[in-house]
C-alpha cells in the first residue's frame, strides 16, 4: 500500500473554547481524497463555540459532551468509530505547519507503529520564548531514539500518531496524568518501531500566562512521578541498555541536573543541603506556595560558588550542542534567550519536576488541579 490510500483517523480532544481549533479544522479539510476522517471530541463547549465548530458539520465527526470527560475518555470515545488503519492524535492548541502533514505521517507509519513529528512553540512574549527551548530539548531526545534505538520511551502528546494495530497491541490507552509518556514506554516494551519526522512541523501555543504554566508543569511533574513509579525498573534498564539515547535525552531535556548534582554532592555545607530538601518538601506538600519555595530551592542549590562554576562550565557545552542541535532540527537559537534559559528557568522546572515526583514516589499523592484523568 502506497501513499495515502489506507484510511487515517485524525482524532482531536478539545476542552472549552481554544480558539486555534476552527484554523487547524480548516487547513485539515481543504484536502479530500485521501481517505482521512477527522473525529473531534468536545467537552464543554459554549453554544457560540459550537456553531463554529458545526460549520465543518459535513466534513467532521463531530461528538459534544456537556461536561468534562477528559483527554483519554475523548480518545476512548473517538476510537469506538474511527474506522482508519492509522490513527493521528492532535491536541486542540495545535497549528499544523507542514503541507504534507498527513502524507507525510502515513507514510512513515507503513515503515514503523509509531511515529512522532517536529513541535515548535510560537514565539512571542518572554514565557514562550523560555517554553520554545523546551520543545527544542524534547525534539532532540526523540531524534536520539529515533536514530540510535528505533523505539521511543515516550511521546509528546501534543501530536503523534500510531498503526491501529499497534494502539490494539499495547492494549490502548490507561487513565493516567501523562497518557503520553505511558503508551510511549508501553510501545517500547512492546517492541513496537519509532520515527521521528524532522521535516514534518507542527506550532504548540505555549501557556498564556506563568500562572497557567505553574499549573500545566506540576500536572507534568505528578504525572512524570506515576510514569516513573510505574515503570522505574523498565526505564533503568533502557538507561544501561541504551545509554547512547537514554542519558544525552536526559540530559538535554533537564540541563540543570549536573549543575544540581554538583551543587548537592561536591560541596560539604550540610545545613545547605537539609535547607534545600526541607525546602522542596513543602514546595511538595503546599502546592499553594510552590512558587515561594522553588525559588528559595533555586536559591540554595544554584547560587554556591562551586555550583556557578560548574555551572558555567556546563554551560559552554550546552551552547555548542544547542547551537547543532538547532542547526540540525531546523530551530533558531537566540542567545541572550537561552543564557536566560539555561541559569534561570530551567532549573525552576527541575525543581518543580523534582517537588512533583516527591510528591509521588515519597508522599504517594497523584492528585493535581483541574485535570481530569
Not at 498527513?102 to 512522532?116: C, F, K, P, S
Request: charged share 20%; proline share 3%.
Amino acid at each position: 500500500m502506497s501513499g495515502v490510500e489506507a484510511k487515517v483517523s485524525v482524532v482531536i480532544p478539545s476542552y472549552g473554547e481554544p480558539k486555534l481549533l476552527p484554523r487547524t479544522l480548516k487547513a485539515l479539510t481543504e484536502v479530500n481524497g485521501d481517505g482521512r476522517e477527522i473525529i473531534v471530541v468536545v467537552d464543554e463547549p459554549s453554544k457560540e463555540y459550537l456553531n463554529q465548530l458545526r460549520k465543518f458539520d459535513s466534513k467532521i465527526k463531530l461528538i459534544v459532551n456537556e461536561k468534562r470527560q477528559g483527554k483519554v475518555a475523548a480518545y476512548e470515545t473517538a476510537l469506538k468509530i474511527a474506522e482508519g488503519d492509522y490513527v493521528i492524535f492532535l491536541d486542540d492548541d495545535v497549528e499544523v505547519k507542514s503541507s504534507n502533514f498527513i502524507q507525510a505521517i502515513v507514510e512513515a507509519l507503513q515503515e514503523v507503529d509509531i511515529v512522532d513529528v517536529k513541535k515548535v512553540i510560537k514565539r512571542g512574549g518572554f514565557l514562550s520564548r523560555m517554553v520554545y527551548y523546551d520543545y527544542v530539548n524534547m525534539n532532540l531526545a526523540n531524534l536520539l531514539f529515533s536514530r540510535f534505538v528505533g523505539k521511543c520511551a515516550a511521546v509528546n502528546g501534543a501530536v503523534f500518531a500510531m498503526r491501529r494495530e499497534a494502539l490494539e497491541k499495547v492494549g490502548g490507552f490507561k487513565r493516567v496524568i501523562c497518557e503520553d509518556l505511558d503508551i510511549g514506554i508501553r510501545a517500547y516494551l512492546a517492541g513496537l518501531s519509532f520515527k521521528f519526522l524532522i521535516n514534518v512541523e507542527v506550532e504548540v501555543i505555549p501557556p498564556s500566562s506563568w500562572r497557567s504554566w505553574l499549573k500545566q508543569r506540576k500536572r507534568w511533574a505528578v504525572g512524570a512521578g506515576v510514569w516513573l513509579s510505574m515503570h522505574w525498573r523498565s526505564l533503568a534498564k533502557i538507561l544501561f541498555t541504551k545509554p547512547q539515547a537514554a542519558l544525552p535525552a536526559i540530559l538535554a531535556i533537564f540541563p540543570s541536573l549536573l549543575t544540581l548534582a554538583s551543587s548537592l554532592f561536591m560541596g560539604d555545607d550540610l545545613i545547605r543541603k537539609t535547607l534545600f530538601l526541607v525546602s522542596l518538601y513543602l514546595a511538595s506538600i503546599l502546592p499553594s506556595l510552590t512558587t515561594l519555595f522553588t525559588l528559595v530551592s533555586y536559591g540554595l542549590a544554584f547560587l554556591p560558588v562551586r555550583a556557578l562554576a560548574v555551572s558555567l562550565a556546563s554551560f559552554t557545552g550546552y551552547l555548542l550542542i544547542y547551537l547543532y542541535a538547532s542547526r540540525k532540527l531546523g530551530h533558531g537559537f537566540y542567545f541572550l534567550d537561552f543564557v536566560v534559559y539555561y541559569f534561570i528557568y530551567s532549573p525552576i522546572w527541575l525543581i518543580i519536576l523534582l517537588a512533583g515526583l516527591f510528591r509521588v514516589l515519597v508522599l504517594k499523592k497523584t492528585e493535581v488541579e483541574d485535570w481530569i484523568v
